[in-house]
């Protein structure tokens, strides 16, 4: 049999089409829960998952490419614990279809043999048939009772715990399902230092990623002036020959498809006291959000800031770029006010971001290698 549905990772492209989907299906999740029905809702969800320890799922259905519904595993831990818990809806039209069903043995899978967990964890309201239906269909079984377990509607609730654990042994089969597609991630792209070579692709992926976040309305010639000398090849070869200024780029299979730029030794009136160095961009190319990239990208930029002596990294995004202001404050990254970008006699308000960094020595972030 052909395979039903695709498990692939949440993206911001996905934006449009999940917004629209929860507020269909806002008389199918309540009460049970609320999906993110509005465009800050969606990249408040969607920063919560950074690829390690908390990952984001849509259930697509094959034969039309239409999102049937969502599944989060969060609170990913190896060690002796080695379990995730989870979180699943399914869309308005989707239901009762056995496609949620599907996702959820894809999920399964993923988790145990391409993470390696031992058991996964889903907390249920006792009134809630159809979602205990469902997990009981996936070979999950009921563990016990947890008394006000979680706080929804301003209520604490009870809640059952519904486990699912690994199979045993070489010949142990994983849960049973509809026939079901897991897309296995492809390798996570390779973090590394820039090199001079890296100028040309540097400026090209730069000026698209700038295009897709501020130039939505179209492109006059006060933006294309800016941008154009903003990342010329010319422009990315002198930046990356500075000695103050420290390219990480995310490469996958000789592509370039994501940055970060840092300006050691960089100071603002707004950042906190302390040596500080400027995260002047974080690019990463629209098909790999989403995916625990940029947080990769973030804490790598640290560890070099930190690694030159920084105790202060700091950056101004722009005031509308929802994403990025929702990206930066699940990753700490405090607000400390008002600044503006300024070009040919334009202003743009932005907001200066900042976080205090750790000593390497002290245990401070991860460097290039590091899991996302």
Known sequence: MSARIALRPLTAADRDAFVAAARASR????????????????????????????????????????LAGAISLTHVVHGALCSGYLGYYAFAGFERQGLMAAGLAALARHAFRSLGLHRLEANIQPGNAASIALVRRCGFEREGCSPGYLKIGGRWRDHERWA????????????????????????????????????????????????????????????????????????????????????????????????????????????????????????VQEPFTGAGLGTRLLRAAEAVAAARGARVLWLTPWVHNRRALAFYAARGYADHGQTWYRFEGEAHQNRLLARRLQRPADGGSGGPGGAG
């Open 164 to 283: 699912l654990r690994r199979p045993s042994g070489a010949g142990g089969r994983l849960p049973r399902g509809a026939a079901a597609r897991a897309v296995t991630p492809a390798p996570a792209p390779l973090i590394r230092d820039a090199r001079p070579d890296d100028a040309l692709c540097l400026g090209v992926l730069g000026l698209q990623v700038f295009l897709d976040t501020y130039a939505g309305a179209g492109i006059r010639p006060t933006v294309a002036r800016e941008v154009l000398g903003t990342f010329a090849t010319e422009t990315m070869a002198a930046q990356l020959r500075d000695p103050d200024t420290r390219f990480l780029v995310a490469e996958q299979d000789g592509h370039l498809v994501g940055f970060a730029q840092v300006t050691l030794g960089a100071v603002h009136d707004l950042a906190p006291p302390g040596p500080a160095a400027e995260l002047l961009r974080l690019y």
């Open 27 to 66: 008389h199918l999740h309540r009460p049970w829960v609320t999906a993110p029905c509005d465009a800050a809702a969606f990249d408040r969800h969607l920063a919560r998952f950074d690829g390690r320890q908390d990952h984001g799922f849509v259930v697509v259905q094959a034969s039309t490419g239409a």
